[in-house]
């Protein structure tokens, strides 16, 4: 993970008003260096290692866990959600960036080979065409697979898809329409283009609704809504400032 991706995204404002900011500022500090390590060891990391790495902070890390700041999975490694999330995400662009690739490759393939033959006959032309054609019904059954994949997953998940849209029905979302310029329904269509590729990954089932919003006002940061024109309020004349004479 350090060499592929040597950083991760911290965002400030979900920092100043996490739970970590009711900790000392040497708890703060050691969080960040375990957040650090973590990311380093691509997000796998075993609970007595920890401790051997930040030896004399044995007590401060065994806080951060029973806060909740970070967890401990089953099979003794930590767990650091929000680390995690950003490594899914980017496994995820990086296996459709991968098939970009491949389908990339084998379309430069087939052209240096239509370059080369340009002496083939009348019959092998015609050929040629026949696979063209093959090759194209291929590509439509791949994608009306993938269409039927993805209904699959949404009758899988067909309560869960509605709790998450419950939920954002009930979340604030003023300050965000502020910051994007945008209003709620803008918010909503993102959420569900948001959700379509969410559920197709292995930990959405079992996440809880409130990660999944968190995630969703993280991803939105990149991915932003329509703009609205939002009209200027005139003050009402008992309330503005009289004038100088």
């Known amino acids: 993970m350090a060499k592929d991706l040597p950083y991760f995204k911290f965002f400030c404002s979900e920092w100043s008003d996490g739970d970590i900011t009711l900790e000392s500022y040497e708890v703060q500090g050691v969080f960040i260096n375990v957040c650090s390590y973590y990311w380093s060891n691509e997000c796998k990391v075993e609970y007595k290692k920890l401790l051997k790495k930040f030896r004399g902070f044995e007590e401060i890390i ?6 909740n700041i970070f967890k401990l999975n089953e099979d003794d490694t930590i767990c650091i ?29 087939l052209k240096k080979q239509q370059t080369v033959n340009t ?6 032309h015609v050929l040629n065409s026949c696979s063209t054609e093959v090759q194209v019904l291929r590509e439509e059954k791949k994608r009306e697979d993938k269409k039927r994949e993805d209904k699959i997953v949404l009758k899988e998940n067909p309560n869960k898809f509605k709790e998450v849209l419950k939920k954002f029905d009930e979340s604030n979302f003023e300050n965000t329409e502020r910051t994007l310029k945008t209003n709620k329904e803008n918010i909503r269509i993102k959420l569900e283009e948001f959700l379509e590729v969410e559920m197709l990954t292995p930990t959405f089932t079992n996440k809880p609704l409130g990660e999944v919003i968190k995630h969703f006002r993280n991803w ?16 009402p004349a008992w309330i503005q400032t009289p004038k100088d004479k």
């Not at 939105?220 to 200027?232: A, D, T």
């Open 62 to 67: 065994s806080n951060l866990m029973n806060e």
């Open 81 to 109: 959600s929000f680390l995690d999330e950003q490594q899914n995400e980017r496994s995820e662009k990086s296996k459709m960036k991968s098939k970009g690739g491949r389908a990339s490759a084998e379309a430069r393939k």
């Open 119 to 124: 002496t083939l006959t009348e019959n092998q």
């Open 220 to 235: 939105l940061n990149y991915n932003k809504p329509k703009e609205v024109l939002i009209k200027s309020v005139t003050r």
